[in-house]
């Protein structure tokens, strides 16, 4: 039931991450790890935050359980689309008027000359927000219609954006490289808007903006609007626990050695490209499923589905996280290891790597239990149950960083996983998640990560004497 929407995202996910670490490619050979490329990703990182807390977190997690419930769908989304863009585009322009205020926030550790630098681009930057929101409101619209295509492939034309200014721009000095990645920015986020408008008209879902807007004029509240405030608020507290960790990150990794905040941003690019393809691919595809089952009352189709999405999940992510710690070396050396990144650079690369993929398990589990929550209101719980988390990677961060450095960081926000897959699946229900469990599947797990743990060991030391 879940294989064609997950092939379709996965497939869409896996071309734009390819084109994602070509840039990445790029832009360690072009600016490699230095404070021009921490410039950079400091810039990138404040909108990056926001999006994901607004639009790709809260939002989506919010809007689509309660857009199945509301009687007047134009209406509600009509209200909700023009109310956050507004306030999202004011946003904008505050942090244009404060961008060395903001830069401070994010990179606490930069001296003045530095924040006074990085503020230009955090203001070029964080316009890519408004536009990168409309993205995800109009997908949410089109995940309804079952259809992912456009928002899985479309965030491959931010990625083709910034590849063609690097190229451009390769032999400029690495200032004028870093603003022509931060114009390219917005140049992808308008072409993700555009693709999205082109799939709206097709799916005749344009037409609920005019109705909601006629409908406006003769309506002044609504109830659905009310519920979904309520629990985007809860949301909000939720998602953005883990975009606030990955800020406290680079927050202290701006005051580790020069090239920190890079280590964690290469790192943690790797990271995320099994977590995104699969576990991220998957929930997408399943999440409008199970909102409609629930609300039909249809429970127990819903667990089975789960379960499902489960165990092949737990198999696959299995795999790619002992792969990911063990070839952790190799990996960063064949993506990265050229031009101005240097051995050392990846030697510092592959120690974070492999402290973020212990907790590839935990996190891409917690975003498939997590959707039970949210089908079924309950934003508040999640909220909770992300704060402990959020906590524990603070305690651990603060423990491990003077001893471990930058490594010590990404050790820490993988424990943190942990606690947080505990607490979901406490919520979740223990009875419902032991019921998912199957002891042959267990068994059969374990010998296969066991087998691939020494075909891997074997294979490392063949490949390690040819890189």
């Known amino acids: 039931m879940f294989i064609k929407s997950f092939f379709t995202n996965s497939v869409g996910i896996l071309v734009s991450r390819i084109f994602g670490f070509i840039r990445d490619l790029l832009t360690a050979s072009i600016l490699g790890a230095n404070i021009y490329s921490d410039i950079f990703f400091v810039a990138f990182k404040l909108p990056n ?5 607004f639009a790709e977190g809260a939002f989506t997690q919010s809007f689509i359980p309660n857009f199945v419930k509301a009687k007047k769908k134009s209406l509600f989304t009509y209200r909700i689309f023009i109310r956050f863009f507004l ?7 505050v942090v244009t008027l404060f961008s060395e205020f903001f830069t401070r926030l994010i990179a606490i550790g930069f001296d003045e000359k530095n924040v006074k630098l990085a503020s230009t681009f955090v203001a070029i930057n964080f316009y890519y927000l408004p536009l990168i929101f409309c993205v995800s409101f109009f997908a949410a619209l089109l995940q309804y219609k079952n259809h992912f295509a456009t928002t899985a492939f479309s965030t491959a034309l931010l990625n083709i954006s910034l590849i063609t200014a690097l190229l451009l721009s390769k032999d400029l ?9 931060s114009y390219a920015v917005l140049i992808g986020g308008v072409l993700q808007v555009v693709a999205h408008i082109i799939a709206l008209r097709q799916k005749r879902l344009l037409r609920i903006f005019i109705v909601g807007y006629r409908l406006s004029k003769k309506n002044k509240k609504q109830k659905q609007s009310k519920i979904f405030y309520k629990s985007f608020y809860h949301a909000i507290l939720g998602n953005s626990t883990a ?4 800020f406290l990150d680079t927050w202290l990794a701006s005051f580790l050695a020069s090239g920190s905040i890079s280590y964690l941003y290469y790192g943690n690019r790797v990271f ?3 977590l995104a393809l699969f576990a991220i691919a998957l929930s997408v595809g399943i999440f409008p499923k199970i909102a409609r089952m629930l609300k039909k009352g249809d429970e127990k189709e819903a667990l089975n589905l789960m379960g499902h999405s489960f165990w092949f999940l737990t198999f696959i992510l299995g795999l790619s996280m002992i792969g990911g710690i063990i070839l952790s070396d190799e990996i960063v050396k064949l993506l990265f290891q050229r031009g101005s990144f240097s051995p050392d650079n990846a030697y510092h690369t592959s120690q974070v790597l492999s402290m973020y993929m212990i907790g590839l398990l935990p996190f891409g589990l917690s975003k498939i239990f997590s959707l039970w929550l949210y089908s079924k209101n309950l934003q508040k719980m999640a909220a909770k149950i992300s704060i402990y988390s959020l906590v524990s990677n603070v305690v651990l961060s603060l423990l491990f960083i003077k001893p471990l450095g930058v490594m010590g960081l990404a050790l820490a926000s993988s424990i943190s996983g942990f606690v947080l897959f505990v607490f979901t699946i406490r919520t979740f229900g223990i009875k419902q998640f032991l019921d998912i469990i199957s002891l042959k599947k267990t068994i059969l797990l374990i010998m296969v990560l066991s087998i691939e743990t020494a075909i891997l060991l074997w294979f490392k030391e063949i490949i390690d004497v040819y890189l």
Do not use: E, H, T
Request: aromatic share 14%.
């Open 49 to 53: 935050l926001f999006r994901r807390i």
């Open 87 to 93: 306030f999202l585009l004011i946003f904008s322009l």
């Open 173 to 181: 000095n690495k200032i004028d490289i870093v603003y022509a990645m």
């Open 243 to 246: 975009q606030i960790s990955a």
């Open 272 to 274: 995320q490209l099994p």
